[in-house]
């Protein structure tokens, strides 16, 4: 929000901390007329100024974290509005002394999303899903790309739609087949959920893909964000993506301390995004942002000093672009020790199906004996689930030799 208190301040002299806390207090209470919780901090003069205001709460439970002042001499005022209230008001001169006025600029909030498609669209990056509005080929893209970069998901893109042209080839293909061509992408339960979406597609909708984001959120393996990938890009539905880039960008556009691990902050981050989503372009848009927090705001060495966002970025006006986003929960890790054995005769290989419910259930492996600590061969050999394994035959072989 700027500011301009107007030609009288410079004459107002000692008087100028008055009327700035005189001002931002008139300013506020017409933002709280139906605004959640709010903190006003300011730096008037030489003086701190601190107060926190009324409190309310929106109907869902959802409440705004503060809304920060930081006024300079000359009457420039930034505003910080996290991250449910984002209806700023116009103030006209009539509320103030010294015919001052106090504007609310939500043209910069406006004007967010025109620069990230003025950006994308010299910066964004070539893809081939991007140049299609088929719904399968783009949910293909966004499946083979979770946990996978874009360098290495182009070559598996290709190879799949030139296996797999339309959805109805992919769901009369065996499962053998689906999982050898995602050979080296790992999370194999991605290929084995796609396999299956698509027999849903051709069972359920008659290998017609769905339209509505419900239908397209049904589907096996499908959550929230690759139905609104799918659904803005293929049909321009207005539902706003929350990936890993777009969490960064705006915790560091707005910079917000909410843990995006939590189910509070992922409801803000979620309710957020679709506030600054362009509902003209949301495709476009949501390409935009995403390519945004890749290419311009990356995790490590972010570009801010050639970031067409900086004189917006709060983050980066605080100081604090590399403790956003923030995650509260930590992965704990525990070590495992697989002791695979390569049984062979002649040119036949012993290999066992996975059967448990697990990222590998499906695939082939040697036979495998999990142990709690490292353990040499011989020690392996001694253990029952050895013998269970290949019974005999080995100490039968160890013994002619």
Not at 23 to 39: K, S
Not at 86 to 93: D, N, Q, R
Not at 194 to 219: K, N, Y
Not at 303 to 330: F, M, Q
Request: charged share 25%; with cysteine; aromatic share 10%.
């Amino acid at each position: 929000m700027a500011a301009d208190i107007g030609r009288d301040e410079r004459a107002l002299g000692d008087d100028l901390e008055l009327l700035s806390a005189d001002v931002l207090q008139h300013a506020l209470h017409q933002l709280l007329a139906d605004a959640p919780t709010f903190v006003l901090r300011g730096h008037f003069g030489v003086r701190q100024y601190d107060k926190s205001v009324s409190q309310n709460v929106f109907g869902q439970g959802h409440a705004v974290s503060e809304v920060e002042f930081v006024t300079l001499f000359g009457g420039v005022v930034y505003q910080s509005v996290l991250p449910f209230h984002m209806h700023l008001v116009l103030i006209g001169s009539e509320c103030f002394k010294f015919d001052s006025e106090v504007v609310f600029l939500s043209s910069v909030m406006n004007r967010i999303a025109e620069i990230l498609l003025d950006w994308y669209a010299r910066e964004g990056r070539d893809l081939p899903w991007r140049r299609t509005r088929d719904p399968y080929r783009i949910w293909l893209s966004e499946v083979i790309l979770q946990q996978t970069r874009v360098a290495q998901g182009m070559e598996y893109y290709l190879r799949f739609t030139e296996r797999f042209p339309d959805v109805a080839s992919l769901a009369a293909a065996p499962e053998d087949e689906v999982l050898k061509l995602w050979q080296g992408l790992g999370y194999y339960s991605r290929a084995r959920n796609l396999r299956a979406a698509a027999r849903e597609v051709v069972e359920r909708f008659g290998g017609v893909f769905p339209r509505s984001l419900d239908d397209v959120r049904s589907l096996r393996g499908v959550g929230d964000y690759t139905a609104a990938a799918i659904c803005s890009a293929a049909y321009d539905a207005p539902c706003a993506v929350v990936d890993g880039n777009v969490y960064r960008v705006l915790s560091r556009l707005f910079d917000l301390a909410e843990p995006i691990d939590t189910t509070a902050g992922k409801r803000a981050f979620a309710c957020l995004a679709q506030s600054q989503l362009d509902a003209a372009h949301p495709g476009r848009y949501n390409q935009a942002i995403m390519d945004f927090g890749a290419i311009q705001c990356t995790p490590a060495s972010p570009r801010c000093e050639a970031c067409p966002l900086s004189e917006s970025c709060l983050a980066l006006a605080a100081g604090t672009v590399a403790d956003r986003p923030v995650k509260r929960g930590k992965t704990r890790v525990r070590d495992r020790w697989f002791n695979y054995l390569h049984v062979a005769s002649g040119d036949r290989v012993l290999l066992h199906r996975r059967e448990g419910r697990d990222i590998l259930q499906g695939l082939y492996e040697f036979p495998l004996i999990e142990t709690d600590v490292p353990v040499e061969f011989p020690d392996l050999a001694a253990l029952p689930q050895f013998r269970r394994l290949l019974g005999d035959a080995y100490f039968v072989m160890r013994s002619i030799h």
